[in-house]
């Protein structure tokens, strides 16, 4: 039981006894024990008071019953190394925007391991959403009046300062499709996307093509680059990887999903930015091909001018009415 629970209960025990004290200590003859004391059985906290139909219930007011071990209480979870808002919210059937209202996050990055978070406030928590056998490829959101910016960092740090500094003067958060050897080089500039609210992706480590791999090989792939990035910031990216290249077949979404990668996150619109467009191209190829919940690729790198035209894409999506934010933002997670 954690601390926090067990604390909790004992006070409420303590609230329910000081309740029932007085009047039980003052008659002589011990009443019937408590109905709800006998379902429980050996509850390990309560005590079972004096009690008689004349007297309030206590129990019922403080501690109403549930049917999972006989009483009510909030469903805590204790953030371990490698989760984050997105694995927890889907192992309980809820989204991480209401587990981070629940829990008064600003961020949904501002988790630790050894944090623990509320659930649900009350009762027992519904049996988890089945794993499922194969990844979901994804490659748009639901028609909603949103896109979704992916930026995937491969290879060099480029454009991620001015990126980040954009995406911060406009109040968005985006998803980025992460390396385990590009957080290895760039350990602050990593934390900083997570500071800063970010939703990372799993990339791999160094970027092979997924269809050449064995199962084991993907299998390394996806945990070293998920180790990186739990070593430098405590959180872990799945349920959600994107295939370097965009390269998949039915195997490797097998293989994602054995892992715990159920999204398989492809795209909309590639803004072809690392095929060398320019700014003023990237911009309007990209405007011109917004729709209802559309994921768009990015890239950090040096070799692409997606950071300098990120401005000018923002303004044209607002104008068009799009709201923009990460591909979990946009799935609804
Ligand atoms: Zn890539």
Excluded at 273 to 298: N, T, V
Aim: charged share 15%; net charge positive; glycine share 8%.
């Amino acid at each position: 039981m954690a601390p926090t629970r067990r604390l909790w209960l004992a006070l409420t025990a303590l609230a329910v006894l000081a309740a029932v004290a007085i009047p039980a200590a003052s008659s002589a003859t011990p009443g019937p024990r408590h109905p709800y004391r006998d379902r429980v059985g050996a509850a390990p906290v309560l005590q079972a008071p004096a009690w008689s139909p004349a007297l309030p219930l206590p129990h019922r007011q403080v501690l109403p019953l549930t049917a999972r071990d006989g009483f009510a209480t909030d469903v805590r979870y204790m953030v371990r190394p490698g989760d984050n808002l997105y694995a927890i919210a889907r192992r309980y059937g809820t989204t991480s925007a209401v587990l981070a209202t629940r829990n008064g996050l600003a961020n949904k990055n501002a988790i630790r391991p050894g944090q623990e978070l509320l659930i649900f406030p009350v009762g027992p928590a519904p049996a988890p959403p089945p794993a499922p056998a194969s990844a979901a490829v994804i490659s748009r959101g639901p028609s909603i009046p949103m896109v979704a910016f992916s930026f995937d960092a491969g290879s060099d740090v480029g454009y991620t300062s001015l990126i980040l500094d954009v995406l911060k003067a406009n109040g968005i958060t985006a998803s980025f499709g992460m390396t385990g050897a590009w957080a290895d080089q760039n350990p602050s500039m990593l934390r900083r996307i997570v500071n800063e609210g970010h939703h990372l992706i799993n990339h791999s480590y160094n970027h092979p093509d997924f269809t050449t791999l064995t199962t084991a090989a993907r299998w390394d792939q996806l945990d070293r680059a998920d180790a990186a990035v739990t070593a430098l910031t405590g959180l872990g990216m799945k349920p959600y990887f994107r295939p370097p290249f965009g390269s998949q077949n039915a195997a490797v979404n097998a293989d994602l999903a054995a892992r715990g990668y159920y999204y398989n996150v492809m795209w909309t619109v590639d803004s072809w930015g690392w095929m060398g467009l320019s700014a003023a191209d990237i911009i309007s190829r990209c405007l011109s091909r917004a729709e209802p919940g559309a994921i768009f690729l990015y890239h950090v790198g040096i070799q692409s001018q997606d950071g300098p035209a990120l401005q000018a894409m923002i303004d044209g999506f607002r104008a068009q009415g799009y709201a923009i934010g990460s591909v979990a933002d946009v799935l609804g997670h």
